[in-house]
């Protein structure tokens, strides 16, 4: 058969975004792929089935996405941010998980923003990283 191909057609600072061309075995052609195209800093994981994606704004806010196909469509199955820290160095870490067909927020809380995100709260935060995880 024929290998699926990606290149990168968009390079910021930080982040980056791939064309992705899959072979149709029915039309014997690739398709492009726009779903995958929007996904930042992609990387897959063949045995969970699962796409990641990264975006980084600035040098402490980011996004963490997961993303599954469900029925077809790639579908986001939890979302991690690592907001901008408020004026006294609070940043909010959120995450939010894909529960009976939609988003819902499962973990918020702040934390005093430091260069190595050391603290109890950051460490209950990056459990989350960890797809198998679900608050337990």
């Not at 600072?13 to 014997?28: G, L, R, T």
């Not at 819902?104 to 960890?130: H, I, N, P, Q």
Request: glycine share 8%; proline share 3%.
């Amino acid at each position: 058969g024929y290998m699926d191909f990606c290149y990168v057609y968009n390079r910021g600072n930080a982040n980056y975004y791939c064309k992705f061309w899959i072979w149709d075995p029915e039309s014997k052609s690739f398709t492009e792929s726009p779903d995958l195209g929007e996904v930042s800093m992609p990387q897959f994981n063949n045995d969970l089935k699962v796409v990641k994606g990264y975006w980084r704004s600035s040098a402490a806010s980011n996004e963490t996405r997961y993303y599954k196909y469900i029925d077809g469509k790639l579908t986001c199955v939890r979302y991690l941010e690592m907001g901008d820290p408020d004026s006294e160095g609070m940043q909010t870490l959120r995450v939010e998980d894909y529960v009976d067909g939609k988003s819902v927020e499962v973990f918020r809380e702040k934390a005093l923003l430091t260069t190595d995100y050391e603290g109890e709260v950051y460490d209950r935060f990056f459990l989350w990283l960890d797809i198998n995880y679900h608050g337990e």
